[in-house]
């Protein structure tokens, strides 16, 4: 029996919504312990025959849904009904952070790309939840908002991460140094618009929306 792709997703959003009620005390210091983007030899930006083929690349999740067609399955098989019961927590990351998470992160060789509640972006190591990197993209103060404080995820091609702020703009952020490389104005926040749902990749087009 295949885990479904609601399960997984589920999994990965444990794992970072997890961290907000569970604390883990490291040896020494986490910048000791920060692995080296020189490590992640496989990563190789996703291209949009990636995109195009992700149901093939299980061991990734490279959109919010998973696939284009939106279903959110995985054709991952290692977990199933005779093995679930021994699954074990791996790791826990925490933010300090009040505000509810409500994020798919992605998943592309073995990087973990989390949004954060207030417009921030988090980098970890999948295996072992430390982080590569994080960057705060920094909002307006004049923000008028329904529902809180949210942000759904992230899209990405080639080496290129895209993410909406709570402002309304669309921001690209390198994947491997979490730098800023360019800020697209979408909305008005004056007017109440902002964006908390993730963007998705369409060819060489980026879409996104208002709420």
Not at 6 to 29: D, F, K, R, Y
Not at 158 to 171: H, I, P, R, W
Request: hydrophobic residues 40%.
């Amino acid at each position: 029996m295949k885990f479904s792709t609601v399960a997984l997703s589920t999994m990965l959003c444990l794992l970072s919504s997890a961290a907000l009620v569970a604390q883990t005390e490291h040896p020494g210091t986490e910048a000791d312990a920060r692995p080296s983007l020189a490590t992640q030899l496989n990563f190789k930006g996703v291209t949009t025959d990636d995109l195009l083929r992700a149901d093939q690349q299980p061991h990734n999740w490279l959109m919010y849904s998973g696939q284009y067609n939106g279903q959110r399955y995985s054709r991952l098989d290692q977990i199933n009904t005779s093995n679930a019961r021994n699954l074990k927590v791996q790791w826990v990351r925490q933010f300090p952070l009040q505000s509810p998470f409500e994020t798919s992160p992605l998943v592309v060789d073995g990087m973990m790309f989390i949004t954060l509640p207030n417009s921030g972006l988090v980098a970890l190591d999948a295996k072992t939840g430390l982080p590569f990197w994080d960057t705060q993209i920094a909002v307006g103060d004049r923000l008028a908002l329904c529902c809180g404080k949210v942000n759904r995820g992230v899209a990405i091609l080639g080496e290129t991460l895209f993410m909406g702020t709570l402002d309304a703009k669309l921001v690209a952020i390198d994947a491997k140094s979490g730098n800023e490389r360019w800020k697209a104005v979408v909305g008005d926040p004056t007017r109440g618009e902002s964006i908390t749902a993730a963007p998705l990749v369409v060819k060489d087009m980026v879409i996104t929306g208002i709420a």
